[in-house]
């Protein structure tokens, strides 16, 4: 059964750090771009970043390019988001997602295939 798991997510002051990882179970995540997006409560989901299956190519929105990195560990078939410098405009439910294309990421969510389920990140002080 194909399943990615988001976890790392939780309550944390602005300028603040989180973790979020992204685990793959029934697929190898190697072969696949993963994706991070982000849905706050009446707006529509939007990309956060991305990073290629082959190259480790990464692509970040504007809003979060110097903040938030992506990374991916294809030996524990986990992708990590690591976020710094948190803002209020970050709380949102983020999710992953893995794309099959083959091609360079993008952050447009039809191309992807597989989601998870999401994980809460809350931004306040």
């Known amino acids: 059964q194909v399943q990615l798991v988001e976890s790392g997510g939780g309550l944390v002051q602005p300028g603040g750090s989180l973790r979020l990882s992204c685990a793959a179970s029934?697929?190898?995540?190697?072969?696949?771009?993963i994706g991070w997006f982000r849905q706050a409560p009446g707006k529509e989901r939007e990309g956060v970043s991305c990073?290629?299956?082959?190259?480790?190519?990464?692509n970040y929105d504007r809003s979060v390019k110097g903040r938030f990195t992506i990374s991916r560990d294809n030996a524990k078939n986990t992708v990590y988001l690591q976020m710094n410098g948190l803002k209020t405009e970050d709380t949102a439910v983020y999710y992953c997602?893995?794309?099959?294309?083959?091609?360079?990421?993008?952050?447009?969510?039809?191309?992807?295939?597989?989601w998870g389920q999401g994980t809460q990140v809350t931004v306040s002080s």
């Open positions: 997602a893995a794309d099959s294309s083959g091609r360079l990421c993008v952050l447009w969510s039809p191309s992807y295939d597989y």
């Open positions: 029934g697929f190898t995540l190697d072969y696949y771009a």
């Open positions: 990073i290629s299956s082959s190259d480790g190519y990464a």
